[in-house]
C-alpha cells in the first residue's frame, strides 16, 4: 500500500518520510483537477483529516468520496464521522491515539477488504439530495 500526497506540505514532513525510510509515503507536487479525478478513480482508499474540533463532520470532500465508490481513511478523533464510517462499512477510522495499529490493520488488509460496501448507498449525499433539504 502507498500513501500519495499532493500539493505542498512543509520540509519537515519529507524530512520525517525520509528519516523513518517511510518508502510507502510518497510526497507529489500539485495536480490538476483532472488528474486529481483520474487518481481517486484507480485508488482503493481516500483520505480524509478532520481535526479535533470537526469529529463530528462529514464534509464535502467525504461526500466526493462516497460519489465515487471510494472507501476512505479518516484520520480524527472518535464522533460521529468516525462512528458512521465503520458503521456502514464505507472505510475505515484510523485514531490519532493509535495511529500506527490502525495503520498497520489498514495496510495488512486482504483484498477482500478494500472494497465498497455495495449494500450502502451514497445517493443521500448527493448534491441533488442535499439541495432538497
Known sequence: MVFDFFGS?????????????????????????????????????CMLFLNDIYSFSLSTKFCEYLGLKKRVVLFSKKGFSSDYIVSNKIGVWVNPDSCLTDLLSV???????????????????????????
Open 9 to 45: 506540505q512543509p520540509p519537515n514532513y519529507k524530512a520525517i518520510v525520509d528519516d523513518k525510510k517511510l518508502d510507502c509515503i510518497r510526497f507529489h507536487e500539485q495536480i490538476s483537477l483532472n488528474e486529481t479525478l483520474e487518481r481517486i478513480f484507480h485508488a482503493d482508499y
Open 107 to 133: 495496510i495488512n488488509e486482504n483484498d477482500t477488504g478494500n472494497q465498497y460496501n455495495p449494500e450502502f448507498d451514497p445517493e443521500q449525499f448527493s448534491v441533488k439530495n442535499i439541495a432538497k433539504q
